[in-house]
């Protein structure tokens, strides 16, 4: 397989996208971590993070809090080093409400492949579990 690198191609760009839903629905922040640069820009909802290791903690308190996390992650647009991402996922809270958050995410990538950029919008929705689809 060709390296997940810039410039990006239609294919590597999907391959990219789905790179990244498949390491986000292991729900491991190291692992997820690694694809981010260790000074990446982190916009998530209302919070701004800098590097690898506050995205490490985002992480691991976000997957605390969302149980039974699933993600899909549709690929949108690119150029050379920028990937634009729809995205949908489905989690319950510690009272066992479930909720729907979907979005949009910017990329931008160094010339190895990390994530210098990642701003994210998401709004979140609760679901009942009959409505689940994913």
């Given amino acids: 397989m060709k390296k997940l690198t810039p410039p990006f191609t239609e294919a590597t760009a999907r391959a990219k996208v789905q790179a990244a839903e498949d390491a986000w629905n292991t729900m ?5 971590a690694l ?9 998530n909802r209302d919070r701004f993070l800098n ?23 549709e690929y949108w647009a690119h150029t050379d080093n920028h990937i634009a991402v729809r995205f949908e996922y489905e989690s319950r809270d510690a009272d066992g409400q479930w909720w729907r958050s979907y979005g949009n995410e910017m990329w931008e990538f160094d010339a190895d492949g990390l994530m210098r950029r990642r701003y994210a919008s998401i709004n979140d929705a609760p679901i009942e579990e009959t409505d689940r689809r994913l």
């Fill in 28 to 32: 491991n922040p190291e692992r997820v």
């Fill in 35 to 43: 694809a981010y640069s260790e000074d990446c820009e982190w916009r």
């Fill in 51 to 73: 590097g690898r290791k506050e995205i490490t903690e985002f992480l691991r308190e976000k997957w605390a809090r969302e149980r039974d996390y699933k993600l899909r992650k």
